[in-house]
């Protein structure tokens, strides 16, 4: 049996919204949404919060999550998520046993089930990927930006030559919400991704993450309307 490990990374600060790990989301945690889909997930076998934050560590204890101590020197603005990620990987194996696969979601993006965790994770074993991102299709998102002269210029299409939407190649948003990794890619590259990298697509509605305030109550409703609604109705 593979030792799948999900390992959240969930640090105390927060420059958008204060103690944004702990913001109340539909009546719980934000954190406790991806700890609760993880522990659902049928094949994840361990769940773990790493965090500097002893409320944060107190409160993922409460919800069943094993909890790692981070140092502050892995928590700082400036910290990545790899070295906390590295950090636990470490930490796990130091103190349990080998692991096979990383599963690595951000506590920032609640609107996901259990069920997207499960089926990246066969793609992942099935086509013996070494990284994965989670991602949604995007058919029609044509980007501009700035040039070096302030000039606005579209940047993945040529707005001149504009074609037809069902002309476009396919395209993904990496949409943040999870990461999957075989532990020697992070070891090797000191990065969540690399490799042979695969894509697990989600619904465009579970892309939405909490930065700001506001980002609140549209997840709320989006969680409402998508997760809770459903639960209710036994769909």
Not at 92 to 115: L, N, Y
Not at 133 to 139: D, K, L, V
Request: with cysteine; aromatic share 10%.
């Amino acid at each position: 049996m593979l030792e799948i490990a999900c390992i959240i990374p969930a640090r105390g600060g927060s420059k958008g919204i204060k103690d944004k790990n702990l913001q109340v989301i539909c009546n719980k945690p934000l954190i406790a949404w991806t700890i609760e889909q993880a522990l659902q997930a049928e094949q994840i076998t361990s769940v773990w919060v790493s965090s500097d934050s002893d409320d944060i560590l107190q409160v993922s204890e409460e919800y069943g999550a094993n909890i790692i101590r981070r140092p502050k020197e892995l928590a700082k603005d400036s910290s990545t998520s790899e070295s906390a990620w590295l950090h636990a990987v470490e930490y796990v194996e130091s103190i349990a046993k080998h692991i096979d696969i990383v599963v690595a979601p951000q506590c920032t993006s609640p609107v996901r089930e259990a069920i997207d965790f499960d089926n990246a994770i066969s793609k992942f074993i099935t086509n013996n990927y070494d990284s994965l991102f989670s991602a949604t299709f995007i058919p029609d998102f044509n980007i501009w930006a700035p040039n070096s002269a302030g000039e606005m210029q579209s940047v993945n299409y040529d707005f001149k030559n504009r074609n037809r939407r069902q002309d476009k190649g396919e395209q993904y948003l990496e949409n943040g919400s999870f990461y999957i990794y075989k532990p020697d890619v992070i070891r090797q590259f000191n990065n969540r991704l690399g490799g042979k990298i695969g894509i697990h697509c989600m619904d465009f509605w579970k892309s939405f993450q909490i930065d700001e305030p506001e980002d609140v109550i549209f997840c709320e409703n989006l969680i409402k309307a998508y997760i809770l609604n459903k639960r209710e109705l036994n769909l």
